[in-house]
């Protein structure tokens, strides 16, 4: 029998941290052509009507034969190359099919009641990222999420480039918690084996991105 209790039971964490509407930015998509400064920025790339990959960070347009492209590489390799200062190979993609992320507060849940036809999109473009709170995913390990600053945070801004390691579970002083660690560590944890430092944190401080 599980231990968690059931979801009619569980207190509002939101106001238990005072942040009752507290919420995070989501995050639009936008075509490259648009953005002054593309390097390191998170990326989605593919046709409209056609389908679309992320995961993907990309560097600044480049110029060949009249053409404008877009080094494109795989997010794990960006971060291995930032980390240990090594040159990679990057396809470079024509600029009109790249779009970049962009944090925006006018993104924004879209709530729970919403059916699949209110969920349609359009397939001219990647569609917008609205923030989730964990308690809402049905599986959270490796997503990126964002940490929302607590009471006792002095710096008092959202805390990003973090992923999920865990799904939900109670803690030794009985809070519904998961562990997060920085994205740097998670795919360091992929290419050399080294387990990442974690930190555990209340559901109700937690938004899938």
């Not at 509002?12 to 490259?32: C, Q, T, Y």
Request: with cysteine; hydrophobic share 40%.
């Amino acid at each position: 029998m599980s231990d968690f209790p059931g979801a009619d039971d569980l207190p509002d964490w939101d106001l238990i941290a005072g942040n009752s509407e507290r919420i995070p930015a989501g995050i639009e998509l936008v075509p490259a052509a648009a953005v002054r400064d593309l390097r390191g920025r998170r990326a989605m790339v593919g046709l409209p009507g056609l389908g679309w990959r992320g995961d993907l960070r990309v560097d600044d347009a480049v110029v060949q034969a009249s053409r404008t492209y877009v080094p494109v590489l795989p997010e794990q390799e960006w971060y291995r190359a930032e980390s240990e200062q090594t040159e990679v190979f990057a396809p470079l993609v024509p600029v009109e099919r790249v779009w970049v992320e962009r944090v925006s507060a006018s993104v924004t849940p879209a709530g729970n009641d919403v059916d699949l036809v209110g969920r349609l999109v359009s397939l001219d473009a990647p569609p917008a990222r609205p923030p989730q709170p964990v308690r809402a995913v049905g599986i959270v390990t490796g997503l990126r999420v964002v940490r929302l600053p607590g009471p006792d945070d002095k710096v008092g801004r959202d805390e990003r480039d973090l992923r999920a390691v865990t799904e939900p579970y109670n803690s030794a002083e009985g809070d519904i918690c998961v562990r997060v660690c920085k994205e740097l560590d998670w795919y360091r944890w992929a290419w050399s084996g080294q387990a990442p430092k974690t930190l555990e944190l209340p559901i109700h401080l937690v938004w899938v991105e």
